[in-house]
C-alpha cells in the first residue's frame, strides 16, 4: 500500500518534472522534424534541377547532411537524378550503411559522400557529377580556373583526385571507404575536386549553394574551352576577386534556385 502510494506520488512528480500538462505550444513537434522534410525536399528538387541543367544525366547524385544528426546523410536510393522524389531519399551513416534500407537499391558510390562529411564538418550539401565539361581538365595538364563570377569559388584552385595513386588500376568507381577518404583528402578545403577520367565533387554549406556550384563548375569548365580556343593566356579570376565575389553569390543565389525550381516543378 505504501509502495503504491510511493509510486503514485513519483509518477505525479515525473510528470511535472516532464512539464505536463504542456502548453499548446510545447505541442508542436521538435524544429529538427521539419528541417529534415525541407531538407529532402530540396534534395528531390535539387537532384531533378541538376537533371533538367543537364549537369546530371542518368548517373550522380546529391547528398544532404542530416539536420537532425550530424553523423547521417540523407540521398536518394539507386536513381536516375531525373526521377528522384522525396520518397526516394534515405539515411545513411558515415560509413555509408543504410540505416533502413527497406530492401532498396543504393548507390554505390555514397562512400564519396559519406568521408567527405566524416572529414569536412562544414559541409552539408555534395554532389557527385560526370560534368562532361569538366572531364578534360581532369585528363590533362591544363587547370580549372575561374572564368567569371558565377563561378567564383573555383578561384581559390582546384585539385585533381588521381585514383590511380590510391588504389592502381581499378574500374574508376568510389566503392569503398578507402577510395572515399583518398577523395577526401584529394578534396581538402576546397569547394571542389576533380576526378581524374570520372567527373568532379562538388561541396557546400546548403543543398541550394552545391547545385549552384555544380552548375557553374559545369558552364565556367565550358567557357575555359571556349577561351582557349581563342588563343592565347587566359586572364581569369584571382583568389582575392574569388572570395569578394563568392560572397555576393551566396547572397544572390536564391534568384536562380527559384527559377531552376519552378521549372522541374512544371508551374
Ligand atoms: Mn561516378
Known sequence: MRA???VAIAAVAAAVL??????????????????????????????????????????????????????????????APALVTPNDVME??????????????????RFIHAQIYRARPDVMSVVHTHSANVIPFSVTKTKLVAMYHNAAFLAGG????????????????????????????????????LMRGHG???????????VFRAYYTDVSARLQILAASLGGEINAL??????????????????????WKRKVSGQ
Do not use: C, Y
Open 238 to 259: 584571382t583568389p582575392a576577386e574569388g572570395q569578394k565575389a563568392d560572397l555576393v553569390n551566396l547572397q544572390i543565389q536564391g534568384r536562380a534556385w527559384d527559377l
Open 200 to 210: 568532379d565533387v562538388v561541396v557546400a554549406p546548403s543543398v541550394t549553394t552545391a
Open 18 to 79: 516532464a512539464g505536463w500538462p504542456r502548453p499548446a505550444e510545447a505541442q508542436t513537434p521538435p524544429a529538427a522534424e521539419p528541417d529534415r522534410q525541407a531538407v529532402v525536399d530540396d534534395i528531390a528538387t535539387g537532384s531533378r534541377i541538376l537533371a533538367d541543367l543537364g549537369v546530371l544525366d542518368g548517373f550522380g547524385h546529391l547528398s544532404a547532411r542530416s539536420p537532425a544528426n550530424p553523423n547521417r546523410f540523407l540521398m536518394s536510393r539507386s536513381l
Open 4 to 6: 503504491g502510494l510511493f
Open 92 to 109: 545513411f551513416d558515415l560509413d555509408g550503411n543504410a540505416v533502413d534500407p527497406k530492401g532498396r537499391a543504393v548507390f554505390l558510390e
Open 158 to 193: 582546384v585539385p585533381v583526385f588521381e585514383i590511380r595513386d590510391a588504389a592502381g588500376d581499378t574500374d574508376m568507381l568510389i566503392r569503398d571507404n578507402a577510395l572515399g577518404a583518398a577523395l577526401a583528402k584529394a578534396l581538402g578545403e576546397k569547394p571542389v575536386a
